[in-house]
């Protein structure tokens, strides 16, 4: 076992935070990082998050010179170079976009399950905005048909940054938003969320209960 020489700002609850430890553990790289917990939220900034990444969004990752990566996908990439095993993003090709694409859409939903949990955790229920809410929702819906009809084969090939991507994303839609029952229109996808989902690295990064 190491001592850690990097430090990250997580919070369990966070889809982008778990997208990196699931990458740290499937690159056997979890004993190079230290955990620093922390809350952010768009009205309550954590100060010492601000001091490193003046956007105030977790994860960030201080390395060991000090310097701070953010956001996901930066670290992501970061520590992707950091292991000597076969890269989980690849490097060039075709095969690099279309990865990154997947990931793309895999966090694009995150960010649209992020704000509705915002929206409807943080913000008083009367000043709720329902069609920007059930817009953020749809966003998400499209996502998971796209992936459903389209990417379940690539998804299936190999577990790397696309799969890692959506399975946190599915995972998060399970943990904040169970009433979108994203399952019930997405047979093909809910059979493939369950069998990553018994990956030591998904078991060992599930949200709180
Ligand atoms: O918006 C804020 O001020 C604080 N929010 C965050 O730090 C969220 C935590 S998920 N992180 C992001 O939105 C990161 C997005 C960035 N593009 C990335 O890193 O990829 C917390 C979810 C929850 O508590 O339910």
């Not at 900034?45 to 310097?67: E, F, M, Y």
């Not at 696309?162 to 599915?170: G, Q, R, T, Y």
Request: aromatic content about 6%; charged content about 20%.
């Amino acid at each position: 076992m190491s001592v850690p020489s990097m430090t990250l700002f997580h919070n369990p609850a966070s889809p982008f935070v778990r997208k990196v430890r699931v990458l740290l553990a499937e690159t056997g790289q979890q004993d190079r990082v230290a955990l620093q917990g922390c809350m952010p939220t768009p009205v309550q900034p954590d100060a010492q998050l601000v001091h490193d990444n003046p956007v105030g969004k977790i994860p960030a990752l201080r390395l060991a010179d000090g310097t701070v990566l953010h956001d996901s996908r930066v670290i992501l990439d970061y520590l992707d170079y950091q292991h000597v095993g076969n890269p989980l993003i690849p490097r060039d090709g075709s095969a690099r976009w279309r990865r990154l694409t997947l990931a793309s859409m895999a966090d694009g939903m995150m960010d649209a399950a992020v704000l509705v949990r915002y929206e409807t955790a943080l913000r008083p229920p009367e000043k709720h905005w329902d069609q920007w809410l059930e817009e953020q929702r749809n966003k998400i819906r499209r996502t998971l048909v796209e992936l459903e009809s389209d990417a379940i084969a690539e998804l299936a090939s190999h577990f790397d940054i696309a799969s890692i991507s959506v399975a946190c994303a599915l995972g998060y839609l399970d943990f904040r938003h169970p009433d979108l029952q994203w399952r019930d229109a997405n047979p093909k996808l809910a059979a493939w969320c369950a069998e990553v989902s018994q990956r030591p690295s998904m078991l060992q990064t599930q949200p709180p209960v």
